[in-house]
Every structure is written in C-alpha cells, then in structure tokens.
C-alpha cells in the first residue's frame, strides 16, 4: 500500500459504534420550548427601553448568552430603536450591563424551568444500557449550568460530564464544548459522538466538531411552546409547526432531525447500522 492510499485508509477507518451522545440542555433534555431563557431576553430588553419579539429573542438560541444579547442588538431593527431610545448605538458595555441584569433575571426563573422534558430518562437509560456515556453542554452560564444539573438530577438525569461555554475559549458554534466533553470521558474519534441539540447553532457546534448531529425540533427554540401549549393546538397546527421547525434544522446540516429525546435511541441504532454497512 502507498503512502496516499495508506494515509485515506488510517484516516477514515472507524466504523464501530457510538461511544457518547453530547446532550444540549434547555429545550432538549429540559425546558420543553425553550422558555426560560427567551423570556429572560425579552424582559432584559425591555428594562433598557426596547422592545424585541420572543421570536427575535429565539434566533441567536443556543449561543453563549453575552454574544446572544450582542448579536440581538445587532439586528437592524432592535438597533434602530436601541438608537432611538438610548441616543446612541449600543456599545460593548451596554451588552455587559444588560449580561449583568441578565445573571439574575434567569436564576430567579430557571429552577422552574428546569423539568426534565417526557421521555428524557428513559431514553438515557437505554443509551447507556448501549454502552454510551452520556455529556451535557450548554450556553448557559456556569452557575445557571449548575441549578439545571441540579434540578435533573433530583428528576434521575445525571450526565457523566457537563461543560459550560463559560468554560472554554468560546461557545456555539465552535466545538470546543463538543471536544472537552471528548477529551474528559476519553472517547474519539469524532465519528464515535453524537450532539443533540435544538437550535441552530448546537447543530453548526456538531458540524465543526466533526461528529453526528442530531436535531430536536418539537420541544425545542425552533417551536417554542412549552408542553401545555403544543397540547393545545389542533393536530394539523401541531404538525406544521413541526415540519417548520424540521426544515430550519435540516437546512442547518444536521444529519438526522427529530421530534425529540425519546426518539434519539432508534436513531442511533439507526447511525451504528450505517457504520457497519461501509466496514
């Protein structure tokens, strides 16, 4: 064998199966809709004088919370009323004041938020009966990290290992979460993990990871109602709001969308088939 075709065959060589599934935290493993922390966003910006949209405060989800608010401040039209009310454009200290106000507007409100969504333990439980270890990674703050993985905990969800954007040069969409959960439980190469989130950025997390992404769509940001709320609506609104939040996710990248937790172990048996389909 040539160094060139020794070089392809060594690089692209594992084919076992997955070893960790990286879990995000709020919207997929808890939080059904993501409320806790888009209504932190909004209720942050209105305290300055501008109002914003739960749906504008659902776009830059996923993200690391201080380049959350500056990217929020940075669309055309939460500028021009920043502009308006505060006379000038907003500066970095403004996004580090509302960082500020935003620590314990989400504390107060978090532990509430922190239910583990229907379906999460179990199917955690069979992962690991699959042989997984199991990480959790978040945009969230260390302390707020904290409250959630304390709240799960009690609810029977422990990860192996949790990681915080906090806690690493830089959040979503950088994999440097992805890759700190690699190197702490010992598992590689990329094509052995799994990510599992629910916004756009935790899939762009997964892509430059290098690993399986997996997409939630129905009790996630790209939804955005709690449990009770999705309930409520007639079936045939149920499924577009679905199929919305399905194609948002998958024109992203992610390798396999679904509709949430309780699906993902069919879905990775599903990723170990292939695997062993190209041995």
């Not at 505060?86 to 970095?92: A, L, Y």
């Not at 990480?135 to 905990?153: D, H, I, L, N, P």
């Not at 690699?182 to 762009?204: H, I």
């Not at 939804?223 to 577009?240: H, Y």
Request: aromatic residues 8%.
């Amino acid at each position: 064998m040539d160094f060139a075709a020794h070089y392809q065959h060594d690089h692209h060589s594992y084919r076992g199966p997955i070893k960790l599934v990286v879990f995000d935290w709020a919207g997929t493993t808890v939080d059904y809709g993501c409320m806790a922390p888009a209504a932190v966003f909004v209720e942050g910006f209105r305290r300055q004088g501008v109002t914003i949209s739960m749906e504008e405060a659902r776009g830059p989800m996923g993200m690391e919370k201080r380049a959350h608010i500056e990217i929020l401040g940075a669309i055309p039209r939460i500028a021009k009323a920043w502009q308006q009310r505060h006379g000038k454009p907003m500066s970095r200290a403004d996004v580090g004041v509302m960082y500020n106000d935003f620590v314990p507007l989400l504390l107060a409100v978090l532990d509430q938020h922190s239910t583990l969504i229907p379906g999460v333990k179990q199917a955690v439980s069979e992962l690991q009966a699959m042989g997984m270890k199991i990480a959790a990674s978040t945009g969230y703050f260390v302390k707020a990290m904290e409250v959630v993985r304390q709240a799960a905990a009690r609810q029977g969800y422990t990860p192996e290992f949790t990681i915080s954007a906090n806690q690493v040069p830089a959040g979503r969409p950088a994999p440097w979460m992805i890759y700190r959960a690699m190197e702490q439980l010992g598992v590689y190469p990329p094509q052995a993990v799994v990510a599992v989130g629910d916004t756009v950025p935790d899939v762009e997390a997964g892509l430059n990871a290098g690993v399986w992404t997996v997409a939630v769509a129905q009790t996630g940001n790209q939804v955005g109602l709690s449990e009770a709320e999705f309930a409520s609506l007639p079936a045939d609104e149920q499924e577009a709001k679905r199929q919305k939040a399905r194609a948002t996710l998958a024109v992203a990248g992610a390798h396999y969308v679904i509709d949430s937790v309780w699906e993902l172990p069919a879905t990775i048996k599903a990723i170990n088939a292939r695997m062993e389909q190209v041995r």
